[in-house]
């Protein structure tokens, strides 16, 4: 067999697996995956805002509620997280 042969033989196999994994189905289980991984990209800075804004309010009083503030801050957070992954994972097919 040729060098020739070979490397047609091992490019042919190449496209034939670039193929199969573009053809690949997700599986519900990868779904439910992404589902609790974008939730928990969410929720873990939401809630973190909410701890850190509580203490804050209970150490300092004052006329801002830093709870709301870093609830927001906390969401928009978690939100572009979310996104991240969602792209990322996206990028593959």
């Known amino acids: 067999m040729s060098d020739e042969d070979e490397t047609d033989t091992i490019a042919r196999k190449a496209r034939s697996m670039e193929e199969a994994r573009k053809r690949r189905r997700k599986s519900v ?37 830093w709870t709301l503030v870093l609830l927001l801050a906390g969401a928009a957070l978690g939100s572009f997280n979310a996104w991240y992954w969602v792209q990322r994972e996206g990028r593959d097919d």
């Open 29 to 65: 289980w990868y779904g439910l995956a992404m589902f609790g991984m974008v939730g928990w990209a969410v929720a873990v800075p939401v809630i973190a805002g909410i701890a850190l804004g509580l203490w804050i309010d209970r150490r300092w009083p004052g006329e801002t509620s």
